[in-house]
């Protein structure tokens, strides 16, 4: 490998796919090469369950073949990582949890499946918080993923593993879920890209179920660009998803050029409010200003009822958590207890010890909120006011064409500091959890820093409105070099 390729790591996805084309490399030197990174410095992260280095070898060996003789799809040799939480066939599939630490995947998630056949490498599956419950990364059985901007502090959750890998260059790109803003809560946290789409505009199907009317796949990287190359992929009707919905998918990156002259930018009177960081709101409006300098115009629009997003999500989800997960009993797959007295036995000790403190928590909340005597006070009233969260936002976008505000209400903070306080834990992502609410697409960029750690400008956009979020992004990005920042470890 020649000296100018020692650097592949750290270019993007477009960069990569540029060089592979020109012959400046081979997908299998590429693929190399962040093995070995990952090798050198996942020990200090903990962002990998498991690396697939044997079948990414093979895979890049299978798209030279296909690149020499003309072939291969748009993704053909270029590497990513899957977060654990996406059934992959033959490969450990565990939701960061004990009850899955023994499942092999029979077959392959949607998401898996389309960015194989368009030739995408993948390296490994990502550590993540167990059943994506989490704002941190902490409650995942195979232990906490740390930040490559500060080892001490959180990358955020639940798709921590695959933010972290991303801002630390050992890939350039790595799928995630959000149920509440846990793509986009550890982007912010980690100086990445993270985008959300429109919830049926990806497929769920092989994806592990949390919370269905909220979970969502969608991708972390480091430039819009390369969001819109992989959501281009990812997105599109599934028959084998009942939410999936069958609405074309645009030509994302053919969009990302166009100007954001005229663009109307509404700014939420309610995310300035004492609970953000004064050093986080600073960077907040110069982001908005770099918007403005590019012709956007901003408005200011209210959400009434967005104070009410932490407690609705915090009914709905668990509701739906405790039925999903029912189905790990000990019985048909997953952790099973040792010499059960009898079936109840059983039940109870697998689901006891395959499971983690927060998933209890948040089963044992569902489970309440949806018994007898408590369904219309909790579940059915946190529905009604869900419906008043979402009307706010399709008034808003009468107005305007994008919300923009912060992601997080402050940096990454260290881990432990919050792991015991669930409450101050889930107000992490008061910002981000309306857009699961609603249904729509949301997106976090890097914007600035504040004493060293990353800080993530939150854009909302109307359903189906991808097109735009991404060439907002893209636009403040070719004026602005905070995505191209790395940790200084890993640089």
Same mark, same amino acid.
């Given at each position: ?48 369950? *498991? ?87 902490? *409650? ?80 972390? *990287?480091?430039?819009?660009? #390369?969001?819109?190359? +992989? ?39 309610? @995310? ?6 004064? #050093? ?25 009822? +967005? #104070? ?26 997953? @952790? ?144 602005? #070099? ?10």
């Amino acid at each position: 490998m020649s000296d100018s390729q020692q650097d592949l790591f750290s270019q993007s996805m477009t960069e990569l796919a540029a060089g592979l084309d020109a012959g400046d490399f081979t997908s299998a030197e590429l693929t190399e090469t962040l093995l070995e990174r990952i090798g050198a410095h996942d020990d200090k992260l903990n962002a990998f369950i *498991t690396v697939t280095a044997d079948e990414a070898l093979q895979s890049a060996a299978r798209a030279d073949e296909a690149r020499a003789s003309g072939r291969g799809g748009v993704l053909n040799g270029l590497p990513v990582l899957h977060k654990d939480i996406f059934c992959t066939r033959g490969v450990k599939t565990t939701c960061g949890s004990r009850m899955l630490d023994n499942f092999v995947a029979p077959y392959d998630a949607t998401v898996v499946e389309k960015l194989a056949g368009a030739g995408a490498v993948v390296l490994g599956k990502t550590n993540m918080d167990e059943f994506a419950m989490g704002s941190s990364n902490e *409650t995942s059985y195979f232990g906490p993923v740390r930040n490559p901007w500060n080892l001490e502090c959180s990358p955020g959750g639940s798709s921590g593993g695959s933010a972290a890998a991303v801002a630390a260059r050992l890939a350039p790109a790595a799928t995630g879920t959000d149920t509440g803003g846990s793509i986009r809560q550890p982007a912010a946290l980690t100086g990445t890209v993270g985008i959300k789409p429109t919830y049926g505009r990806v497929s769920r199907y092989g994806m592990i179920a949390f919370a269905s009317s909220l979970d969502q796949a969608g991708v972390i *990287t480091r430039t819009a660009e #390369d969001a819109a190359r +992989l959501l281009g992929v990812m997105a599109g009707f599934d028959e084998r998803d009942s939410t999936s919905i069958d609405e074309p998918v645009p030509d994302y990156i053919a969009g990302l050029d166009r100007p954001i002259k005229g663009l109307r930018v509404g700014i939420v009177r309610q @995310h300035f409010d004492a609970g953000l960081d004064a #050093d986080c709101a600073v960077s907040i409006r110069e982001a908005i200003a770099v918007l403005e300098s590019l012709g956007a115009t901003t408005v200011e629009v209210d959400l009434p009822n +967005l #104070d009410l997003s932490v407690p609705t999500y915090y009914v709905v989800a668990p509701a739906e958590c405790s039925s999903n997960l029912s189905r790990f009993d000990g019985v048909r797959f997953g @952790h099973r207890a040792d010499e059960a007295e009898d079936l109840m036995d059983l039940y109870c000790r697998s689901r006891g010890e395959g499971f983690g403190d927060e998933v209890k928590r948040r089963i044992m909340t569902g489970t309440y909120v949806l018994s007898a005597g408590y369904y219309d006070a909790y579940y059915l009233k946190a529905q009604q006011v869900r419906h008043l969260i979402a009307d706010d936002f399709r008034s808003a976008f009468a107005d305007v064409d994008v919300i923009a505000g912060p992601t997080s209400p402050t940096p990454a903070f260290r881990l432990g500091d919050k792991i015991d306080d669930p409450i101050t834990m889930y107000l992490n992502d008061i910002y981000t959890i309306g857009a699961n609410l609603a249904g729509l697409p949301g997106m976090s960029i890097p914007c600035g820093f504040v004493n060293g750690l990353p800080v993530g400008l939150h854009l909302v956009a109307a359903h189906f409105a991808e097109e735009t979020l991404l060439r907002c992004s893209h636009q403040f990005q070719q004026h602005t #070099d905070w995505h191209k920042a790395c940790p200084k470890d890993f640089a």
